[in-house]
Structure formats: C-alpha cells, structure tokens
C-alpha cells in the first residue's frame, strides 16, 4: 500500500491562514504571508509575501504609497516565487475581495506561472460579508475534502453571533457607532462591519454591508455627531494606532464630539480582529457588545482586543454578563 503524503498548503494571507487552522489543518501548512501571526506557531514558518510599502511611514504616507501603485496598475505586495516553488505547495490559498489588503489571486498565478511541473491549485477567497465569510470557509474546506469540519466551525462560528445577537439587539439603547478603518484620511468601515455593528446592539452610522469601506469626510462625522467612536486602522495594533490618534484630536472639533465628551472614544485590535474575514470576526462582535453594552456582555476582551482612549473618562467596568 502506498503512503498518503499530507496536504501542503502556502497561505498568502491570515484570515486565510485561521481558517486553514480552524479546520484542523494547521500542520499542513508549508508557508505564510508576512502578515500571519496566529495562530500560535505560524511564524516559523517560511514567509512568501512582502508589501512594497513601508509599514512604518505615517499613516497619510502608507495611503499615498498604495494609492500611487494601483494607480500604475501594480500590485502592492510580491510573492517570492522561488520560494512559493520550494515550499512545494498542493494549495495556494489567496483572495480577490481587495488589492490594497493581500495577495491576490492574479500575483499568485503570475508567481507560479512558469512552473511547468506544478500542479498546486489556487484557493481565493472572496468575502464581502458575513455571510461570505462562512461560504469561504466552505470554498476551502471543500478544496481540502473537510466539508464536516466545516460544517460543524460554521455551526459554531454562527450559534456564537447568536448568543450575542439576541440579547443585543432587544436592548433598548442602540449606540451611534462609527468605526474608523483609517485615520489619515479617513475610512470608515464597510464590508462585514456594519453587520456586526447591529448585531452587537449598536446602529451603524457610515458603511454599507457587503460592499468596500468608504471614505469619510470629517466634516460628515462631524455632523453625525456619534456616541461611539471606534478606531480599528487596517494592520494596525493598539500601540500603533494610539500612535496616529494626535491625527484626530488635533482636527478642529474633536473635543465638541459627544464620543469624545463622554469617553466613548475605543482604540482596537483592527490587525487582529476587525480587519481579518475569518473565524475571528466572532471575537470581533464580541468586542462590540461589550463596548456598546458593558451591563450586559463581559467577554475579558479589555486592554488585550480594545482599550478606552487614554486622558478621558475612566472606564467603568459592571459585573456584566460573560458569556
């Protein structure tokens, strides 16, 4: 009888790389994008991916630099084909859903397109939504013949969105939230955000579901006048998004904002939760609900997935409801 070989799977991006985990097939991985990082064990492995802007310029300056590739029609990230080809892979998970955000499907298959003995197959996931992320958990369970395994994560993944769902929104308050996926300038969040935002309680008040993260104009958040701020830049962690914070309370207004008044100004995890469509978007929500509802919901997600805007008013944490 002749050995099964384990799959060889290279994810190119980490919502791709958590859902490749979750399913159980974490020990198949062969390589990573620059950006994967979860879960735990992930950075050993050979990285395939580099972004072609610098990750430390400042915010204003990280936008220029992508918008001024995609304007030359040329991708923001690069595949080390070499390595892509050593790394041996039966499957090359990538996406289509942005070009500013990962590796696409089209940089892969330029990679890999003088391999003539390859026989890898692409994966790319599309997710727009909600609903797209767990039809992208099918897309590649059904490439790695787990459809069980999916099946019994998606089951998981939506009875926990539930759970919070319905407490959240049969409360009576419901927060004007806006949640700030870029600072300089500014974004806000569209795509699967403002379905969590009315899952957790809240009322969204820019973005639409399903479709790219907009731009904002300050004077519209302005005028808007939210109750909720929450800053979530794209790749960013706490630490480096409090550092772009001067970049907000600085413009003309910022201490008139109701948000700001009350110390409903939140920093989170963007890099880690909000801005990754995989299994984590549940813990996501989470954060919302006991952001927006702290009586209610108590999930531990403080300091290490979100902190209140330090120099306001200090946070008040009930005993709330862990979940």
Avoid at 62 to 71: A, H, M, P, T
Avoid at 152 to 176: F, S
Avoid at 202 to 214: D, I, K, Y
Wanted: hydrophobic share 45%; proline share 6%; aromatic share 6%.
């Amino acid at each position: 009888m002749t050995d099964v070989l384990p799959l060889r799977i290279a994810s190119l991006l980490p919502s791709a790389t958590e859902i490749v985990a979750a399913l159980g097939f974490a020990d198949c991985l062969v390589g990573r994008s620059h950006e994967c990082d979860f879960p735990q064990g992930i950075k050993n492995l050979p990285v395939l991916t580099h972004s072609k802007v610098r990750t430390d310029a400042t915010s204003a300056e990280i936008d220029r630099g992508i918008k001024d590739l995609v304007e030359e029609a040329l991708s923001v990230y690069e595949v080390d084909a070499a390595g892509l080809k050593a790394a041996a892979p039966d499957f090359i998970v990538t996406q289509t859903q942005c070009e500013v955000c990962a590796v696409s499907e089209e940089d892969v298959a330029c990679a890999i397109a003088e391999w003539t003995d390859s026989h890898a197959r692409i994966v790319s996931l599309t997710a727009t939504d909600l609903d797209g992320v767990w039809e992208d958990i099918r897309s590649v369970a059904r490439a790695l013949n787990a459809d069980v395994a999916a099946d019994a994560l998606i089951n998981q993944l939506v009875a926990r969105c539930a759970g919070i769902e319905d407490i959240a929104t049969t409360l009576p308050a419901k927060p004007r939230a806006v949640t700030l996926e870029w600072i300089d300038p500014l974004m806000t969040g569209g795509n699967w955000m403002p379905t969590l935002v009315t899952m957790a309680g809240g009322e969204n008040l820019f973005g639409t579901a399903g479709t790219h993260s907009p731009w904002l104009d300050w004077e519209q958040l302005l005028d808007a006048d939210p109750d909720v701020i929450l800053v979530m830049p794209c790749g960013y962690d706490i630490p480096r998004a409090l550092e772009d914070m001067t970049l907000l309370s600085d413009l003309a207004g910022w201490t008139d904002l109701s948000a700001v008044r009350l110390g409903q100004v939140f920093i989170t995890d963007g890099n880690q939760y909000f801005n990754r469509p995989g299994p984590r978007l549940v813990e996501s929500l989470e954060i919302l609900a006991e952001i927006f509802h702290p009586n209610q919901f108590l999930f531990g997600h403080e300091r290490s997935g979100w902190v209140r805007l330090p120099g306001y008013r200090p946070a008040v944490r009930p005993t709330g409801i862990m979940l």
